[in-house]
């Protein structure tokens, strides 16, 4: 009996095993087709100054599917990852940003967009070459748009890395340490690669100005920040507190649902009678 049970639990084991790589083929078939077809979309989230106004869009991935609606990044991302399709995907998103880039700038907003680049990007031979191809064919000058690294892209940190990195910060590329602190050695990368600021990450946010250690560590952040010269974006700012100790310890740029969420081009509003709008105020009144 016990052989036999043994027997069902290794069938219904199976069973769920390769229900499971089914649906995997399936959402891999289903963003082949998504790539083929359109169906990714960009919203833009604003990094505000500490005037509370926008200076930089962040590009962030959507699946708008006709299936399963407007997909978030974290259920398909890794898919693309594992399948090879990301290269192909931040082709896209890096296009679509150039062209938004163009056109804020021919209605007077001198926005920058920030695109997220995958550690898997770094796995072709000629990132660089790519991105900076689309550039031109796009019209797009290195200056509006920048790029958002993590630091697992910089685990294989390896001459090809460097190399790539190095090519796109020649080419006026800003290059930006995403989710910083989150990582691992990031002071080595900070000194390694030529970074123009980092993003400190939602975690760290999250605790101020209530944790000590949040505090402690944001701090600490800020002032070495500060004395490499490196500028600093505050990611997840959800409300005013956040926002007031960040201010007030000289971070020069915040993000987060405090002052916008990601949102379609058209709905992202940027000026006011011919002004930057302020974020901080309500937007109607
Ligand atoms: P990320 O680059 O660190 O982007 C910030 C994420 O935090 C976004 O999630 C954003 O919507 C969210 N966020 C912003 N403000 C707040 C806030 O105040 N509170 C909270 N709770 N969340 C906030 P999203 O759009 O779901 O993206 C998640 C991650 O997916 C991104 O993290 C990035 O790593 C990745 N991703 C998004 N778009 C792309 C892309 O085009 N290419 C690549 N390779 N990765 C992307
Ligand atoms: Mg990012
Ligand atoms: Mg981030
Ligand atoms: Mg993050």
Known sequence: AAKDAGRNRTVIYNEALSDAAASRRELEQALRHALDHE???????????????????????RWASPDRGLVPPGEFIP?????????????????EACRQACRWHAMGHALRIAVNLSPLDFRQADLA????????E???????LELEVTESALLEADE????????????????????FGTGYASLTYLQR?????????????????DSEQSVALVRGILTMA????LHVVAEG?????QAAFLRLNGCPSLQGFHYARPQPAAQCRLQQNGRPINLQLPLDG
Do not use: C
């Not at 090809?160 to 989710?179: I, N, S």
């Not at 500060?226 to 010269?229: A, E, I, N, R, Y």
């Not at 700012?237 to 507190?241: A, D, I, T, W």
């Open 39 to 61: 169906e990714f979309v960009l919203h833009y989230q604003p990094q505000v100054n500490a005037q509370g106004e926008p200076e930089v869009m962040e590009a962030l991935l």
């Open 79 to 95: 898919v693309l990852e594992e399948s090879g399709m990301i290269i192909e995907a931040t082709r896209w998103v890096f296009r």
């Open 129 to 136: 070459g790519s991105l900076l191809a689309i550039l031109e």
């Open 138 to 144: 796009e019209g797009a000058s290195a200056s509006m």
């Open 160 to 179: 090809h890395v460097q190399q790539t990195l190095g090519r796109l910060k020649a080419a006026g590329l800003p290059l930006l340490l995403d989710d």
């Open 193 to 209: 690669f030529r970074f123009d600021g980092i993003k400190i990450d939602r975690e760290f946010v999250s605790g101020l100005p």
């Open 226 to 229: 500060s004395h490499l010269g």
């Open 237 to 241: 700012v959800e409300n005013e507190r």
